[in-house]
């Protein structure tokens, strides 16, 4: 995966009556609660309704669906991918060197920038535990080709493959081939990868926010 990025989370203590001193985190852990204030896990939302977004005010703290405030809060210049709008708020999730860390919650939409999709898909894609190559052939169609693996409580893996020919449908680029059926959708920096869970074997899966390294 990309190094880290040096913008950091910081957590707050708010409403308190006298100022509190600021206690700067690394990002919650993978084995931590998702800290996001009612919103839903990513993954479960429509592909199709994410978007990426950069903060664009000084200090942008999370909120539940109805605007009271939470702990945590992102500066300017946090990469986020979001869901739809709703009442002018969208749930927010911090990204950080391209990996979802589990925190976020709703923020106006006033107080962050889109980021469009980047036009360029050629390139190595990596999530957690899958790779992506995309590249385009002589006869102008685009293939995909990649693996993805599951480690198992014995230490091995099962491993999954994906291998085939590109077709864009609506937003989305999308391939299908031996019972395997993945869709990628272009989101800021981003792909978001979505498989039928018939990529490989147990466990193993394509979906996720894949980031290029190359």
């Known amino acids: 995966m990309p190094a880290l990025s040096r913008s950091v989370l910081t957590l707050a203590l708010l409403g308190a009556a006298a100022p509190t001193p600021l206690a700067h985190a690394q990002g919650a852990p993978a084995s931590a609660p998702a800290t996001q204030l009612g919103c839903p896990d990513w993954l479960t939302l429509d592909p199709g309704d994410l978007r990426a977004a950069r903060v664009s005010a000084s200090r942008a703290v999370f909120t539940d669906a109805g605007g009271q405030p939470g702990r945590a809060y992102v500066v300017q210049g946090d990469l ?9 708020r969208r749930c927010s999730y911090f990204v950080r060197g391209g990996v979802p860390t589990g925190v976020g919650g709703y923020l106006n939409t006033m107080q962050v920038q889109n ?7 050629s390139g190595t894609w990596k999530s957690g535990t899958g790779t992506l190559i995309l590249a385009k052939t002589a006869a102008g169609t685009w293939r995909v080709k990649g693996d993805a693996l599951y480690p198992t409580p014995g230490g091995s893996a099962n491993l999954g493959e994906v291998d085939g020919t590109l077709t864009r449908r609506g937003g989305a680029w999308q391939t299908a081939a031996d019972g395997c059926e993945l869709s ?4 800021g920096p981003w792909l978001v990868a979505l498989d039928n869970g ?5 466990n193993v899966t394509f979906s996720g926010l894949y980031t290029r390294q190359r």
């Open 115 to 121: 980021v469009p999709a980047s036009p360029a898909l």
């Open 80 to 88: 986020l991918l979001q869901g739809p709008a709703v009442n002018g």
């Open 198 to 202: 018939a990529c490989g074997g147990l």
């Open 184 to 187: 990628l959708w272009p989101v």
